[in-house]
């Protein structure tokens, strides 16, 4: 059944009250946002909650990049499917049940299907991807949002007001720092405070002679942070290994 047909006869009031549900089960969500693509927002979420998970956390990762999903790419999940149960779904379970997964890309039939919804339809997706997945209790959740300020973000953030905080993840040039001044905007806007700014791929080490290149600039993200009082969390720097293990499906 398509989420169209099923959004007809569903209650409302049942589905806040799943939500509501399944929210009070998870102590802490992170969502990760980015003002532009490519700037390495999947590959921070794919690790920061296999890090938080592999210090003994319970941790789940909720990928609502609906146009755009790396996330079972990036973990080597590709084939899974998620179960249906009932009215709930199973998350996919990384390495046993290191970590929940769930995403779009789980229920597309091939990596070159495209998807084609509009704000309401992305809406109900992510009111399923929270209040039917049985994510049980987590200590942390972690969500990867697409780049920018559209309808997933702008869903995750009015469902989870008041519960996530968001981490925001840049490069350190320019074209990309302008971008991330409307992500912070929008965080202010909808009231979702901010853990900090991550500056990604910041200054590149050659492996050959040592030398730091900064090839996307440098302190960027940093400037940024602290011109909005936000805390800088910290720079990682390009790295062909990151860039490799991302395409090798091991994070
Ligand atoms: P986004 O989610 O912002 O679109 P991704 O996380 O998909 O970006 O990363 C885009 C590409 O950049 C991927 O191929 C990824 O492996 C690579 N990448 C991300 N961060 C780094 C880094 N620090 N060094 C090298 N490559 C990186």
Redesign the pocket.
């Known amino acids: 059944m398509s989420t169209c047909e099923q959004d007809n006869q569903r209650n409302p009031l049942l589905d806040d009250l799943a939500m509501a549900e399944k929210l009070s089960k998870i102590n802490q969500i992170i969502v990760v946002l ?1 003002g ?11 690790n920061l909650a296999l890090s938080l998970a592999l210090r003994g956390h319970k941790t789940g990762l909720m990928d609502v ?1 609906i146009h ?1 999903p ?1 996330v079972p790419k ?1 973990l080597n999940l590709t084939d899974k499917w998620p179960e249906v149960k009932g009215e709930d779904i199973i998350p996919v379970e990384y390495q046993s049940d290191l970590l929940k997964v769930m995403s779009m890309g789980f229920l597309l039939q091939g990596t070159e299907q495209a998807v084609i919804w509009r704000g309401p339809l992305k809406y109900g997706m992510i009111k399923d991807f929270i209040g039917r997945v049985q994510w049980g209790d987590l200590d942390y959740l972690v969500v ?1 949002c ?2 920018g300020t559209g309808d997933e973000p702008l869903s995750v953030a009015q469902f989870l007001k008041g519960k996530a905080k968001a981490v925001i ?1 840049t490069t350190p040039q320019h074209v990309a720092t302008i971008d991330v001044e409307k992500c912070i905007t929008f965080c202010k806007q909808l009231e979702l405070p901010m853990v900090g700014v991550i500056e ?3 200054g ?1 080490v050659c492996p050959q002679c040592g030398t730091t290149v900064n090839i996307f600039s440098k302190g960027g993200g940093e400037t940024l942070a602290v011109q909005y009082g936000i805390p800088f969390l910290g720079s ?12 090798e499906e091991r994070p």
């Open positions: 980015s532009k693509g490519g700037v390495g927002k999947s590959t921070v979420a794919v990049d755009g790396s990036l990867d697409p780049p993840v990604n791929m910041s590149f990682i720097p390009l790295d062909p290994d990151i860039a490799q293990s991302g395409d």
